[in-house]
């Protein structure tokens, strides 16, 4: 502890120093404008919102969606080595939570199976936003933990004002010799405007701080590892880690004041490894592939009552191969074709808001050994409205949503649910200063395929994993207060949450593991061919918890801005009969330490999370960690319109060997270790 109050102690002497190297004035940064479901104030959403743009997101890229939001609070990711990583909200996760590129579904696998990577490539996207409450149920139903919509503006929405406008962005990190390149390029002429990108991503095997494999914890879940004397346990880098991918885009619009119509196309390449559990079986790697056309269309005062119009499909051509040992074992189609319709309204009488239609139709398979979930047709149409009205100081905001789901497998019953959501929200706008909020939303959720049919052999999880054909929907109820302070000195904002769900769906162990060579479930097998069973059940559960953060200045003037911020989040699961939801992240508190002035900004941000005990039955418990992050970024002055900016992070500089809780690998694939990252990002 005194090394890192050392730490703490030169990192504030820097910044200050820093605080009087510059003397340009301080920059005051503008109002964020969230883009869905319409261009609102943050600050005045109904529910808590986090968005992430400009140098702020460009300062936590990371080489996944949940790496780059893990930080935020509420937030954590559901890593599977570092070619995975899904949002973790409030201790949701996969289909609970509904990320999005520009207001459509990436309508990936990912949802499947932990081992399945997102598709969104977080190094293109121009803004992140974090959405809950009433909105969400413009997107779908039982998402208690909200939408991730990353923008990217493939499809352009305005005619820039030049010709050609260009950004390039080079990137190296040392935890694991990663280098990332991008390439956009935006103009327009007339009513026309384009949007081209491309991406590559390369990086060898993880460095570490410690071994990769947590043995006793390891041997305690997999029984196949006991008789094993020696396992295959390097210290300081964490095998067939190593992955590349790529991808871009191209986009079109004409524009016009009453009109816009673009199209975008996009592709995706993807191979990563998973990392292995020390028994010395062939490494198992994942080949992802996906194709994407996006088409949008709007049009705005259409007649009478009607602000606008908008209209989205997307269609998803996704494939990806499990390879074991160097052969295919099994190949993941998904076809996916999304509809969205919505009718922004004018104000009738006092309400405001929008209503609309959504379908998405997908066709799913899967080929080859692991054929664990039968090939499928999956359809869900829903209708949802959000209206908000104001009264003095008190806005309310009401949603509801209505959506017919059916999945049709091949040689078995076909299923059908009906689930029906709605939200209630009220914003007290107390004063200048103070504002509170409060969310009561009741949500259901149908369950996916493989919650229902899963029967087999999961190579990547190493587990043989069982579905459940009786289970039946999710019901929650939530419950969310807010309160917001904003003054020169100090700025408090507090989130309570408290979600009640009844018939919760889940999967762990259950004590069982099968036999491979004889093909029988056992209590007790010691043999390598031996793996743990995972089955999925129902049960009533509760979860609860806060976000809270404290920011105030302690030195603002010509020099530039350097404040302090406290913060903290947690997340506690239960059943309501006994027993705790597996992987679920601990208790994390912490403080940032900030400079801001026109070209220079940095922060340096320690985080301490406790150990987590209440991880469900047979499971382990992950230990506890202190993370030290140091971000810099400086921006060169303008020539000629070309902005130059220059950006070092230093990540887990303590080097502490860290276990995810909320990861299924977390006893075979920790956190990257100590790293630092460089990068030149060049505007035109």
């Known amino acids: 502890m005194k090394n890192i109050v050392f730490i703490l102690l030169i990192s504030s002497l820097f910044l200050g120093r820093l605080a009087q190297a510059n003397e340009n004035p301080a920059i005051e940064l503008d109002a964020v404008e969230v883009n869905a479901p319409a261009e609102k104030n943050s600050s005045k959403l109904l529910h808590p919102t986090t968005v992430l743009s400009n140098d702020a997101l460009r300062a936590k890229i990371g080489g996944t969606i949940g790496e780059t939001l893990k930080n935020e609070l509420g937030i954590s990711s559901q890593s599977f080595g570092t070619g995975v990583g899904t949002p973790v909200i409030r201790g949701q996760a996969g289909s609970r939570v509904r990320v999005q590129q520009n207001g459509l579904g990436n309508n990936d696998v990912s949802n499947l199976s932990p081992d399945h990577a997102n598709s969104v490539e977080p190094i293109l996207a121009e803004r992140i936003e974090v959405l809950r409450g009433p909105s969400t149920l413009q997107y779908g139903s039982g998402l208690i933990g909200g939408v991730v919509n990353v923008i990217d503006n493939r499809i352009p929405e305005a005619i820039p004002e030049q010709l050609l406008n260009s950004t390039v962005e080079q990137r190296f990190d040392s935890a694991s010799s990663e280098t990332a390149s991008v390439l956009k390029l935006t103009g327009g002429k007339n009513q026309l405007a384009y949007h081209l990108d491309g991406f590559f991503r390369s990086h060898d095997a993880v460095r570490i701080g410690a071994n990769a494999i947590d043995e006793n914890a390891a041997r305690a879940t997999d029984t196949s590892l006991t008789n094993i004397t020696t396992l295959d346990n390097p210290r300081g880098l964490i095998k067939n ?3 590349r991918t790529f ?3 191209a986009g079109l619009s004409w524009i016009a004041d009453k009109a816009l119509l673009g199209a975008a196309i996009n592709h995706l390449e993807n191979n990563y490894g998973i990392p292995p559990d020390g028994s010395g079986n062939a490494p198992v790697r994942i080949n992802l592939s996906q194709s994407k056309v996006d088409l949008k269309g709007q049009l705005n005062n259409p007649w009478a009552y009607a602000e606008a119009l908008r209209y989205k499909f997307g269609y998803t051509d996704y494939r990806h191969d499990e390879i074991d040992g160097g052969a295919i074992t099994t190949t993941f189609l998904n076809k996916t074709y999304e509809n969205r319709l919505e009718l922004d309204h004018k104000p009738i009488g006092k309400f405001d808001g929008i209503i609309g239609f959504q379908s998405v139709n997908s066709q799913f398979s899967a080929l080859g050994q692991e054929t664990f979930v039968p090939r499928s047709d999956i359809a869900a149409y829903g209708v949802f409205a959000v209206e908000s009205v104001k009264s003095g100081a008190v806005t309310y905001e009401f949603g509801g949503r209505v959506e017919s789901q ?6 078995n019953r076909n299923f059908a649910y009906v689930p029906i959501s709605g939200s209630a929200s009220a914003l007290w706008q107390i004063n200048s200063q103070h504002q509170l909020n409060l969310a009561l939303t009741h949500t259901q959720r149908a369950p996916q395929v493989q919650e229902l049919l899963s029967n087999g052999v999961h190579d990547a999880t190493r587990s043989f994993e069982i579905g459940n054909a009786s289970l039946g929907k999710e019901f929650s109820n939530n419950l969310d207060l807010s ?3 904003q003054a020169s000195w100090l700025k408090a904002e507090l989130n309570l949450f408290h979600n009640w769900i009844n018939d919760y769906i889940f ?7 099968f036999n491979q060579d004889t093909l029988l479930f056992e209590s007790l097998c010691t043999s390598a061919s031996c793996i743990p069973v995972r089955t999925t059940s129902q049960a009533n559960a509760i979860f609860k918890g806060y976000e809270a953060q404290l920011t105030f200045p302690l030195l603002e003037n010509h020099y530039g801005l350097v404040d302090l911020s406290l913060f903290s989040d947690y997340t506690r699961a239960e059943f309501v009969n006994g027993g705790d939801v597996p992987r679920i992240p601990p208790l994390r ?4 330490l900030s400079y801001d002035n026109n070209a220079l900004s940095s922060n340096i941000r ?14 382990t418990s992950t230990p506890s960690y202190l993370l030290l992050n140091l971000n810099t970024q400086y921006r060169i002055a303008s020539y000629k319109q070309t902005e130059i900016t220059l950006f070092a992070n230093g990540k887990n500089l303590l080097n502490d060997n860290i276990r995810n809780a909320t990861s299924f690998l977390r006893n075979f694939a920790p956190e990257a270790g100590r790293s630092g990252e460089l990068g030149i990002r060049v505007s035109y």
Not at 507 to 513: K, Y
Not at 607 to 617: D, F, I
């Open 606 to 619: 320690l985080t301490r999370g406790e150990a987590q005990t209440h991880v469900g039955a047979n499971e």
């Open 247 to 249: 991808g871009g885009s």
């Open 483 to 485: 309160y917001l302070y």
């Open 507 to 513: 999967q762990g162990r259950n004590g069982l593991v």
């Open 406 to 411: 059916s999945i049709r497998p091949e040689n």
């Open 589 to 592: 508190y912490g403080l940032q």
């Open 241 to 243: 880690s190593n992955g």
